[in-house]
């Protein structure tokens, strides 16, 4: 068994986005790419020698390829152990939670997560820490730098896993462990969720259906929904993962979850729709003729948490993303525990479910989770749903109407215009930003402009600062406009135009939100010259 050490050139730019590195198959292709990256990473690290790896993926195109080389790659590096999901598969939460469950030193999750797949489509990369969590900007900017000065890697010269033979397999010293990517995680929501009031509500004839988009989740769902808690078999709906995601766009919206939309629309609904995507951190929540924004779903889980086994002691606290909506504020207001707002990602949490200062965290890109694992999770947030309308035994749109009632309503949309030029993108943001000085005091279409800054975070726990995370406009109204420019994206550039007001009359309350935040979204255009810049009449994606 032979230890090589190749000599190899270094890559620009292989930089983590919001969540690790993301770029086209043909770019990961290129020789010894994910070989440079992997073996900076591991420099990085340290010292492994001894300790144990997760390995899994979403299933996309690449994914087996990348596995085999990682693997070797690891081996050659002294890790002692690796945790590899069943034909390479694990959930992004799947992963999390067998790093939490095995005292794993860390773990590397293959995902571009919603991003399409297949040979032209993206591929990515990320690492997470020993808590589960994603790893911080401290590391993944370690691992750049090292990425830019790297000039060999090590890998072992073995044939490859049988990655679809669960059990022991030894390569050189490293012991490979293939793993059943479902069992821990389903006995881990087990452990959450009272499953046999869900059978209940099942066998009452309460119908659902779940899209799981040909990725990662159908795996779980089935398993979970039909074969666990006895929904009936057609519930989970492209369950069988393929490597291009059936070459759609497996992200959770009213945009790409269309089939999905049109049967929750249609004259005889279920009674609850839902959609995760790529890796199965997303969830997307529907009822009847009914559609339930990740912001609201955020803070109707927090409102509802006493309603379920595991988080029956209450919560510490709450966290939201910064363009999230406000709605999970008013909540955690009223149960009078604290509410943090982050940076956009889900790394920013960690720290704070690690401190034990939140419980319960979202953001509105489809994103819940909470201190289980430390990752944002789709079927999570499902089986939260279910439980707490078996609990209430009402529908989803009874649910939501109550607790706008109750709150309020933080009416909310996102706006993307996706691939547009990088360089006008660039412009528009700085253009923007630097109007802001004259803008304060200002009034648009009757909306006062009470603030215009951009966001920075300084974490509560290790005091580490993050810079430049999106242009806010608040007005006096408390309604916001938020700015940001996507960090996952492989083309061009995605802005991002974040809409919240704040709607405390009930005949107004079930309106339509693009109605509603109609003037608020010509404002949006009139400061930063989007449809001039741009040349779009319309953004790519409404959610
Ligand atoms: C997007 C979302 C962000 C999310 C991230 C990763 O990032 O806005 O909330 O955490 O995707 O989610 P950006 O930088 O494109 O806005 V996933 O499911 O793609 O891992
Ligand atoms: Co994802």
Known sequence: MQIKTVSTQAYSGQKAGTSGLRKKVTVFQ???????????????????????????G??????????????????????????????????TPAASAVIRKYQAFGGIILSASHNPAGKDGDFGIKYNVSSGSPA????????????????????????????????????????????DPVEDYAQLMANLFDFDKIRQLFQSGF?????????ITGIY??????????????????????????????????????????????????????????????????????????????????????????????????ARSMPTSMAVDRVAQALNIPCYETPTGWKFFGNLLDANKATL??????????????????LWAVLFWLNILAVRQQSVAEILHEHWQQYGRNVYSRHDYEGIDSQIAKQLMTDLQSKFPTLLQQTFKGYQIAFCDDFSYTDPVDHSISTGQGLRIGFT???????????????????????????TEPSLQ??????????????????????????????TVIT
């Open 30 to 56: 290129q020789p010894h790419y994910l070989e440079n990256f992997v073996q900076a990473l591991f420099n990085v690290l340290g010292d492994v020698q001894g300790k144990t790896l997760v390995l899994g």
């Open 58 to 91: 979403d299933g996309r195109y690449y994914n087996t390829i990348a596995i085999q080389t990682i693997a070797k790659m690891a081996a050659a590096n002294g890790f002692a152990r690796i945790l590899l999901g069943q034909n390479g598969l694990l959930s």
């Open 136 to 179: 911080p900007e401290k590391l993944t900017e370690a691992v750049y730098a090292e990425t830019q000065t790297i000039k060999n890697y090590r890998i072992l010269d073995v044939p490859d896993i049988a990655l679809n033979q669960l059990g022991n397999q030894q390569i050189g010293s490293l012991s490979v462990e293939v793993i």
């Open 207 to 215: 119908a659902m259906r779940f899209d799981a988009m040909h990725a």
């Open 221 to 318: 769902a089935h398993h979970l929904l039909e074969q666990t808690l006895g929904a009936p078999t057609g519930t989970v709906m492209n369950g069988t993962p393929l490597e291009d995601f059936g070459g759609g766009h497996p992200d959770p919206n009213l945009t790409y979850a269309e089939d999905l939309v049109k049967q929750l629309y249609s004259d005889n609904a279920p009674h609850f729709g839902a959609a995760s995507d790529g890796d199965g951190d997303r969830n997307m929540i529907l009822g009847r003729h009914c559609f339930v924004t990740p912001s609201d779903s955020l803070a109707i889980l927090v409102a509802n948490a006493h309603h379920v086994k595991g988080y029956q002691n209450g919560l510490t606290g709450v």
């Open 361 to 378: 965290c979202g953001e509105e890109s489809f994103g819940t989770g909470s201190n289980h694992v430390r990752e944002k999770d789709g």
């Open 477 to 503: 109204d408390g309604s916001r406009i938020v700015f940001r420019l996507s960090g996952t994206g492989t083309e061009g550039a995605t802005l991002r135009v974040y809409l919240e007001s704040y709607c």
């Open 510 to 539: 079930t309106q339509d939100a693009q109605t509603l935040l109609a003037d608020l979204i010509q404002v949006a255009d009139q400061l930063a010259g989007i449809k001039t810049r741009t040349g779009r009449e319309q953004p």
